[in-house]
């Protein structure tokens, strides 16, 4: 988890400040993991393959 600033405005007083939030933010992990899966899937696909008839 990462902290992302964001700017409000408070109702009373109209002074701007800065409140950080939690968010999930993608990276290059993610990115990594997906084209890892893909791999993954795409061997067993390769190897489970229907026989041909000849």
């Known amino acids: 988890m990462d902290k992302v600033p964001g700017q ?3 109702e009373i ?3 701007e400040y800065t409140k950080y939030e939690d968010r999930f933010i993608p990276g290059i992990d ?3 993991g ?3 899966g893909a ?4 061997v067993i696909g ?3 393959r ?3 008839k000849k």
């Open 46 to 48: 390769r190897l489970i």
């Open 13 to 15: 007083t109209g002074i």
């Open 30 to 32: 993610v990115l990594a």
């Open 39 to 42: 791999g993954i899937i795409f």
């Open 34 to 36: 997906g084209i890892v």
């Open 50 to 52: 229907k026989p041909t």
């Open 8 to 10: 409000l405005v408070d």
